[in-house]
T-cell receptor, first 110, second 113 residues
Framework: NAGVTQTPKFQVLKTGQSMTLQCAQD?????MSWYRQDPGMGLRLIHY???????DQGEVPNGYNVSRSTTEDFPLRLLSAAPSQTSVYFC?????????FGQGTRLTVV | GIQVEQSPPDLILQEGANSTLRCNFS?????LQWFHQNPWGQLINLFY???GTKQNGRLSATTVATERYSLLYISSSQTTDSGVYFC???????????????FGQGTILTVHP
């Protein structure tokens, strides 16, 4: 049982490049979400999904896109990376009770 | 939206000491979790505790939902307990908010040998 799997673990991008952070869960959870963690600011919600085909914005959605075509996968897309998007990104999956987090992706935009 | 405050922000202990971390929240919740973020950045689930008391080894947690706070107790601390401890809640607002975790700023715990 893998839980929540994120890839890649580390990534360096140049300003203006695009990339997709992958997230997959094997717990059949309907709810999935993306957070970013910046120093001194805790974790903040970017986007979330309550099921396949349904997504919505969180607290800090600008610069990010998401889609949810299957229950298992919830990718996060950066269309044109900016230095302000340098952060650690966490994907989470939640059932009726607790949420579980992936191992995180450390993204640096230069 | 719901506000989550954790205290203290920093805590330094000698190995073997006990500690209490506090989490206050501003509104009714139907989900409260404690996480430990280890020095490698992983978020480890400690407790799912929207109310009541739970224990797991040297750690225990109590949530008093009616008074809007939760406590995490660490006894006989070890150097491996070092890291950041987060409290996260889901507001009882309902609807599609059932999964929206709001995090506190965390307590940075350092345990010296």
């Amino acid at each position: 049982n893998a839980g929540v799997t994120q890839t890649p673990k580390f990534q360096v991008l140049k300003t203006g490049q695009s990339m997709t952070l992958q997230c997959a869960q094997d717990m059949n959870h309907e709810y999935m979400s993306w957070y970013r963690q910046d120093p001194g600011m805790g974790l903040r919600l970017i986007h979330y999904s309550v099921g396949a085909g349904i997504t919505d914005q969180g607290e800090v959605p600008n610069g990010y896109n998401v889609s949810r075509s299957t229950t298992e996968d919830f990718p996060l897309r950066l269309l044109s990376a900016a230095p302000s998007q340098t952060s650690v990104y966490f994907c989470a999956s939640k059932g009726l009770t607790e949420a579980f987090f992936g191992q995180g992706t450390r993204l640096t935009v230069v | 939206g719901i506000q989550v405050e954790q205290s203290p922000p920093d805590l330094i202990l000698q190995e073997g000491a006990n500690s209490t971390l506090r989490c206050n929240f501003s509104d009714s919740v139907n989900n409260l979790q404690w996480f430990h973020q280890n020095p490698w950045g992983q978020l480890i689930n400690l407790f799912y505790i929207p109310s009541g008391t739970k224990q797991n080894g040297r750690l225990s947690a109590t949530t008093v939902a009616t008074e809007r706070y939760s406590l995490l107790y660490i006894s006989s601390s070890q150097t491996t307990d070092s890291g950041v401890y987060f409290c996260a809640v889901v507001s009882r607002a309902g609807g599609t908010s059932y999964g929206k975790l709001t995090f506190g700023q965390g307590t940075i715990l350092t345990v010296h040998p």
